[in-house]
């Protein structure tokens, strides 16, 4: 049985660094990849991760438990992202997760999925990774930490510190957008999900708020 997040924290908060190791290894992906949907680029996504457990480990003596601390070490990085955006001053580039289809994160393909098939999800991929570009970073950013990292309703409306409705409103209207430029591409996709709208490809998932 794994040692629980708060467990971790309270010993590296005492200074022991094989905690906060452990923390590390337990992280490090969700983070890297959440910096790689954000960004766009492998080796700068690699320097946020980097940068984030660095923060991390020089503050976590002030980590005071209000919030998780998944939910503490997101926003550590997405702080990191907004800063990497605004100095390069280059538009943030939402890559889709390896081998997996980006409109139904769940489904998974087997090794007999037809070519028509293939062909159409990897469209519907590109045309929604090139409509995120466009989007405000509020909605972007929901999108990507609903759809692609698993969090709640609640845990995004924490992170970006704006109420609940905000957030819902937020990535109801991106994900709008997705569906309308999907559509106008002639690309078919299903009724979207009741929980988030977001449009899909298969059988509908739906996640928990």
């Given amino acids: 049985m794994s040692t629980p997040d708060e467990e971790l924290v309270a010993r590296s908060m005492g200074g022991d660094v094989e905690s906060f190791n452990q923390l590390v290894i337990r992280w490090e992906r969700p983070i890297f990849a959440l910096a790689y949907r954000v960004i766009g680029r492998e ?4 320097d946020v991760v980097q940068e984030t457990f660095l923060r991390a480990f020089r503050s976590i003596g002030g980590f005071r438990g209000q ?25 943030p580039v939402l890559q889709a997760p390896e081998g997996v289809d980006v409109i139904e994160l769940a489904a998974d393909t087997g090794p007999t999925e037809p070519i028509e098939d293939l062909v159409a999800r990897n469209a519907m991929s590109a045309v929604v990774a090139r409509v995120m570009e466009t989007l405000p970073d509020e909605q972007r950013t929901a999108i990507i930490l609903k759809e692609y990292q698993g969090l709640t309703f609640q845990e995004i409306a924490d992170l970006q510190g704006c109420p609940l409705s905000t957030v819902k409103t937020r990535l109801y209207q ?7 430029e999907l559509e106008k591409q002639g690309i078919p996709v299903r009724p979207a999900t009741r929980t988030t709208g977001w449009p899909a490809s298969g059988g509908e998932r739906r996640k928990p708020s």
């Avoid at 080796?43 to 690699?46: I, M, T």
């Avoid at 991106?174 to 309308?180: S, T």
Wanted: charged share 35%.
């Fill in 67 to 91: 919030a998780k601390f998944s939910s503490w070490i997101y926003r550590i990085a997405l702080n990191l992202c907004r800063d990497w955006i605004r100095k390069q001053k280059r538009t």
């Fill in 43 to 46: 080796e700068d996504a690699r």
């Fill in 174 to 180: 991106g994900l709008m957008v997705v569906r309308r």
